[in-house]
């Protein structure tokens, strides 16, 4: 016994012009599983609820208070050279006696911690407490 399909001839035989989306499936599949494994990998595993702000964003001053401590620890505000036994007064004279002004501050990098934390300590025995501290920002490399 035996079974005819066709009539026999190769003429008949038409190609098929379709594409075979198995593979593409297969490769979508894997990169699925792969997101699947990495993206909880690259979140914060600490959960926290931040509240929302309603503050509007504070703008720039006109002129920016700069408290300069230089590399042999003397300061410098603006560009007026000050003792540290009064500033205080100094402060108060170019915030025009406001506390809740934000102030500069910029050191040398051969400042030791110690010296820029006594400086820190003193502008806040002033009585501010808005205090900046100002870098340099770094260049790409390219």
């Known amino acids: 016994m035996s079974i005819q399909l066709g009539s026999g001839s190769d003429d008949e035989l038409l ?17 699925l599983i792969i997101f699947m494994v990495a993206a909880p990998l690259a979140t914060v ?5 931040l509240p929302v702000s309603s503050a509007k964003e504070q703008p720039r001053p006109n002129t920016p208070i700069f408290l ?6 003397s300061l410098a505000l603006g560009d007026t050279v000050i ?10 004279q170019a ?3 406001n506390k809740d002004s934000r ?6 990098q051969s400042v030791d911690y110690g010296d820029l ?3 820190m300590n003193n502008i806040r025995a ?6 900046a501290l100002v870098g340099l920002e770094e260049a790409a490399s390219p």
């Open 15 to 31: 190609e098929t012009h379709e594409i075979n989306v198995t593979p593409f499936i297969d490769v979508m599949l894997v990169l």
């Open 45 to 49: 595993d600490i959960n926290v609820d």
């Open 68 to 73: 300069s401590i230089k590399a042999d620890l």
């Open 83 to 92: 003792s540290p036994s009064n500033l205080q007064a100094k402060l108060d």
């Open 95 to 97: 915030t025009e006696g």
């Open 103 to 108: 102030l500069f501050l910029r050191a040398d």
């Open 117 to 119: 934390m006594a400086v």
């Open 126 to 131: 002033a009585g501010y407490s808005k205090i």
